[in-house]
């Protein structure tokens, strides 16, 4: 755990981006923070150390990327992991055997994975639910529950929680609420402000942006609940390694700028595909066509680069993937670089084909991860690989 120098919640967000966390070096005045490579911290004597004993517990290139990302996301204590699932994981172990979570049905394929596979079975209780609807997310509430975690925007259906109903019902049962702050990122959403207690993300996505590492990131504001987290981060060790962490950091100073143009970008692609085909198919809360537009307007400053498009059938789905040649075919998304995939056979492949078909992701469903490269090209790209359909 670290907390955030108070001063780095002063300054606008690009400021943070790229100072929050970070002061120049003691020995040398290096302006970038040193990537500390040890798993050990030399002692003055048993119990007189500098403040560091060993790098599970703390490392300084780890605590860089934690206050800055912390001070990102308006809150005040940042705990960095060495992948989102391992974040998500280490986030569920603040509660125990009968526990209930409500989650939203549409979350990344990997959290209902690490939920129905592995936590089940250690006596925690999931009910999933849409929770585009406030009352659907109330009505799955019992006393039982500890905590609702939301997505907002979800992956890859581009559903929006309402995240003060989501704080006001989660209140009812004294939960936590945890949000799932990845596609939006702070730069565009800031859940602490609307009272979730936690928030986190998959670094790897656009706070790294470069697509050259994996890691996670949790965030909170309260004192107590940071301490707890802090004991789980140390005692079940799956902390962010120093590079990595460096990596990540190099990334968020860049956030404000590379938001912007993913925003562009997915602002100027999906009215590209709404001329293109019917707006029904064009998935992009930007849109007004989005059903959840007005809400997106108010919780969120801007819209990103995610967008989905339903082709109908898998054939139509991998003729587009076959003939693009900017978009690359992987999962991921967030990077600088434009992605495209096939969520029911990639990133969502683990959800129970009765869950993907309730939730609307159907083999001709492709996902974009629109990149910051010029617009012009992304669109003759897709132009090409839809030619004929
Ligand atoms: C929304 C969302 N949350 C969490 C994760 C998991 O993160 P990681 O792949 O870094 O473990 C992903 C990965 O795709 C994701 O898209």
Same mark, same amino acid.
């Given at each position: 755990m670290t907390r955030v120098f #108070? =001063? #780095? /919640? =002063?300054? +606008?967000f690009g400021t943070r981006a790229i100072h929050a966390g970070q002061r120049p070096e003691p020995l040398a005045g290096a302006i970038m923070t040193p990537i500390y490579l040890t798993s050990t911290y030399v002692q003055d004597g048993v119990g007189k150390n500098k403040g560091y004993e060993y790098a599970r517990g703390k490392n300084p290139t780890r605590e860089a990327l934690e206050r800055n990302v912390a001070a990102l996301e308006g809150g005040t204590h940042g705990f960095a992991f060495a992948s989102g699932m391992g974040c998500l994981d280490s986030i569920m172990k603040l509660f125990r055997a009968g526990d209930h979570i409500v989650c939203g049905e549409n979350v990344y394929g990997g959290t209902s994975r690490l939920f129905d596979r592995i936590l089940v079975n250690l006596g925690l209780r999931f009910t999933y639910v849409d929770t585009r609807y406030p009352d659907r997310v109330a009505d799955a509430v019992t006393p039982q529950t500890r905590a609702v975690l939301v997505e907002t925007p979800t992956n890859p259906m581009m559903w929006i929680a309402d995240l003060a109903a989501m704080r006001e019902i989660a209140s009812r049962s004294a939960a936590l609420l945890i949000v799932d702050n990845t596609f939006a990122t702070p730069y565009f959403q800031r859940p602490l402000e609307f009272g979730a207690d936690v928030v986190f993300h998959s %670094? %790897?996505?656009? /706070?790294? +942006?470069?697509?050259d590492m994996i890691g996670g990131i949790a965030v909170v504001r309260d004192d107590a609940l940071a301490e707890q987290l802090k004991f789980i981060h140390n005692a079940a060790g799956a902390v962010a390694g120093p590079f990595d962490a460096w990596l990540a950091l190099r990334g968020t100073k860049t956030l404000h700028l590379r938001m912007r143009q993913h925003d562009a970008n997915g602002r100027r692609i999906a009215a590209w595909l709404v001329d293109r085909f019917d707006e029904a198919r064009v998935i992009y809360p930007g849109l007004a066509s989005h059903p959840q537009h007005e809400l997106a307007c108010r919780q969120m400053k801007g819209f990103g680069g995610m967008i989905s498009v339903d082709l109908g059938t898998r054939e139509r789905a991998d003729r587009v993937l076959e003939r693009v040649k900017i978009f690359a075919l992987a999962e991921s998304l967030g990077g600088v670089e434009s992605l495209i995939c096939l969520p029911a056979a990639m990133t969502h492949a683990s959800v129970p084909p009765e869950r993907r078909a309730k939730i609307g992701i159907g083999d001709g469903l492709i996902r974009l991860s629109c990149g910051v490269e010029d617009a012009d090209d992304l669109v003759a790209d897709l132009d090409q690989a839809f030619e004929g359909l």
């Open positions: #108070d =001063e #780095d /919640l =002063e300054p +606008g %670094t %790897t996505k656009y /706070l790294n +942006g470069h697509s």
